[in-house]
C-alpha cells in the first residue's frame, strides 16, 4: 500500500504540466505563520497529555471506553485502518493530478515532505519519551496514536492545499481510523487527541517553511522552465514483483 502511495504521488507530480510559481513576496494563507493557528493542536496535544496522566480519567474514560471496545468488537481486529491512514495521501495525490490546489506541484512535494519529517520527528520523540502502555499491553508506544498522527496529518494538509471541502472528506476519513484505533484496542482515547494534534500542527508546519524553501530551491524562477515526464513499471524478480516509476527531467 505505501509503494502504491509513493507511485500515485510520483505521478501525480509529473504528470501533470509545468505550472508558473507564485513570487516569493507573496504568501498565501496556508504559508502565513499566527499564533491563533497553534491553539487546536495545542489544545489537542495538551489535553491529550492532561488525560494521559489523569489517573481519574483513565478510571473513569480511557478504561471504560476499552471495554466497551472489547464488548462490541468481542477482542477480533478488524486492521482495515492499518490502510486507512493512508487515504488522505490519496486525495491529496488525486488533487495534484487534476491541477487543484493553491500551489505547483514542485511546491505540494516540498509541503507534503517538510510536513512528515517534521511530524515524525514530533511523534517519534513523544511517543519514546511518554512510555505510556497500550490497553492490549503490546509494547509502551501508546501515547500518541501513530496512525492517528498519519490520518490527521494528511486531512489537514489536504484542507490547507485544497480547501474545506476536500478536507472534510479526508477529516471524516481520519475520524474513522482513529476510532479504530480504539475500536481494535490498540490505543486509548487520550492517544487519539495527541495524535489528532500533531498531526494537524505538523502540516501547518511544512506550509509555514513554504516560503523558505521556495527562496532555497528558487521555485520562482525555475519552475517554468523545468518540463518532467513519467512512466511507471512494473517487472518480476526472482523474489517477487517489483514497481517503481522511470522519471525525466528537462531542463
Not at 509503494?3 to 507573496?26: G, K
Not at 486507512?84 to 515532505?113: D, F
Not at 502502555?133 to 486531512?155: D, I, K, Q, Y
Not at 530551491?217 to 515526464?229: E, N
Request: aromatic share 12%; proline share 5%.
Amino acid at each position: 500500500m505505501k509503494r502504491l502511495l509513493v507511485l500515485l504521488a510520483f505521478i501525480a507530480v509529473f504528470l501533470q504540466p509545468s505550472r508558473a510559481q507564485r513570487r516569493d513576496s507573496v504568501y498565501t494563507a496556508s504559508e502565513q505563520f499566527k499564533w491563533t493557528k497553534l491553539i487546536a493542536p495545542g489544545a489537542l496535544v495538551g489535553t491529550g497529555a492532561i488525560c494521559t496522566l489523569s489517573p481519574w480519567y483513565r478510571a473513569h474514560v480511557n478504561e471504560p471506553v476499552r471495554d466497551w471496545a472489547l464488548r462490541v468488537s468481542g477482542g477480533i481486529e478488524r486492521p482495515f485502518d492499518n490502510y486507512l491512514q493512508y487515504a488522505g495521501y490519496a486525495e491529496y495525490a488525486l488533487g495534484m493530478a487534476i491541477g487543484a490546489g493553491e500551489h505547483g506541484p514542485w511546491e505540494q512535494l516540498l509541503a507534503v515532505g517538510t510536513a512528515i519529517l517534521a511530524t515524525s520527528a514530533m511523534s517519534w520523540t513523544v511517543k519514546h519519551t511518554a512510555g505510556v502502555m497500550r490497553p492490549n499491553g503490546a509494547n509502551t508506544e501508546s501515547f500518541p496514536s501513530g496512525h492517528t498522527v498519519t490520518a490527521f496529518l494528511a486531512a489537514e494538509l489536504v484542507r490547507l492545499e485544497f480547501g474545506p471541502w476536500w478536507g472534510l472528506a479526508a477529516y471524516t476519513v481520519a475520524g474513522v481510523t482513529a476510532f479504530m484505533r480504539v475500536y481494535n484496542n490498540w490505543h486509548w482515547t487520550s492517544d487519539l487527541l495527541g495524535g489528532a494534534g500533531i498531526g494537524i500542527l505538523g502540516a501547518n508546519i511544512g506550509y509555514w517553511l513554504l516560503p523558505l524553501e521556495r527562496k532555497w530551491f528558487h521555485l520562482d524562477s525555475k519552475a517554468a522552465q523545468v518540463h518532467a515526464s513519467a512512466l511507471p513499471y512494473a517487472a518480476p524478480t526472482p523474489v517477487g514483483s517489483c514497481y517503481g516509476v522511470s522519471l525525466a527531467l528537462n531542463f
